[in-house]
């Protein structure tokens, strides 16, 4: 099993749709919690940075974090044709090398 | 700012070439990384130095050699390298290596094609 699980997917959205993009998790020493987003052939850009359990929010997008369910969520409102990437979630905290471990990554597409 | 710009973009080389990847940041940040992502997944980590010291090495094999030369410039030497090592060599820098992880600022990358 791994440690991060998330759907590759693709997921495909009409442009306006709420999407929710999610990641488990089976470390329960993981403590930050990151949303990375990922253009073709360009380098991660970081879009969210969260510590233990609760929401932020910035603009259109909102990170949850569950630590009693090891279950972390992005979302996005509105959606818009330029969010379609590939979105990465990434979580350390677990040992003090400060290693990232990152999920498979979920591919979205939003549609005009 | 939280720029990390990377050169070259393209890189095509022989398995008998060396080469160089670099990289560069100036957000004053004092961990840097080497990644390296393969088509449709994630980054996995090479390399990380902390204090311009190498910290972590993901046992990964010598014909990949790291050198910080200072705070703000991470090189990645390359020899003998295999065609299977084609991927997009990615550089992170975060403020510290902590045991969070930091807040990691990735560039562009390099895409390496070996022939």
Redesign the interface.
């Known amino acids: 099993q791994k440690e991060v699980e998330q759907d590759?997917g693709p997921l495909s959205v009409p442009e306006g749709a709420i999407v929710s993009l999610n990641c488990t998790y089976s470390n329960s020493a993981f403590?930050?919690f990151?949303w990375?987003r990922q253009y073709s052939?360009?380098?991660?850009?970081?879009l969210m940075?969260t510590?233990s359990s609760g929401n932020k929010e910035d603009g259109r997008f909102t990170a949850q974090v569950d630590k009693s369910s090891k279950y972390i969520s992005l979302f996005i409102r509105d959606s818009q044709p330029s969010d379609s990437a590939t979105y990465?979630c990434?979580?350390?905290?677990a040992?003090?090398?400060?290693?990232?471990i990152?999920?498979?990554?979920t591919t979205l597409q939003v549609k005009p | 700012d939280t720029e990390v710009t990377q050169t070259p973009k393209h890189l095509v080389m022989g398995m008998t070439n060396k080469k160089s990847l670099k990289c560069e940041q100036h957000m004053g940040h004092r961990a840097m990384y080497w990644y390296k992502q393969k088509a449709k997944k994630p980054p996995e980590l090479m390399f990380v130095y902390s204090y311009e010291k190498l910290s972590i090495n993901e046992s990964v094999p010598s014909r990949f050699s790291p050198e910080c030369p200072n705070s703000s410039l991470l090189n990645l030497h390359l020899h003998a390298l295999q065609p299977e090592d084609s991927a997009l060599y990615l550089c992170a820098s975060s403020q510290a290596q902590s045991r969070t992880g930091g807040e990691q600022y990735f560039g562009p990358g390099t895409r390496l094609t070996v022939t």
């Open positions: 590759p403590q930050y990151m990375y052939r360009k380098g991660p850009e970081l940075y510590y990465l990434a979580m350390s905290g040992g003090n090398t400060g290693k990232l990152f999920g498979q990554g």
